[in-house]
């Protein structure tokens, strides 16, 4: 029965895309970055940047940015935090990365998927 089931949750793994039924079980590692933007700033930025003064929805966008452009490997951007200090924006992010632990093997979307054994 015990191998019955470790192949019914394999199976499980492989028809749901891979590591979505396995999320939060080891395959990623929570991280956390600030980087601090000065103004003046890019025209790009600059609006993204006044976006999210007005509106704290909008912060999202300026924290993507930061995020791609100054992270690799993120796999969700989880938290989101913009604090403004005269000519100084800190933007805060927190995000998962792709996990290298022992059990988690890259499959073909490069998402890890924790190796399930009877």
Request: with cysteine; aromatic share 4%.
């Amino acid at each position: 029965m015990r191998i019955g089931l470790g192949i019914v949750a394999a199976f499980a793994a492989i028809s749901l895309g891979g590591c979505s039924l396995f999320v939060g079980s080891g395959c990623t590692d929570d991280k956390a970055t600030t980087w601090d933007l000065h103004e003046p700033t890019d025209p790009s930025t600059t609006l993204k940047i006044e976006d999210c003064r007005q509106d704290v929805d909008a912060c999202d966008v300026l924290c993507t940015m930061e995020l791609d452009a100054n992270a690799s490997n993120v796999n969700t951007m989880t938290g989101c935090q913009v604090l403004f200090d005269g000519e100084t924006i800190h933007v805060e992010v927190k995000y998962q990365v792709d996990s290298n632990d022992p059990g988690c093997e890259v499959l073909g979307d490069d998402e890890p998927v924790p190796v399930v054994s009877g």
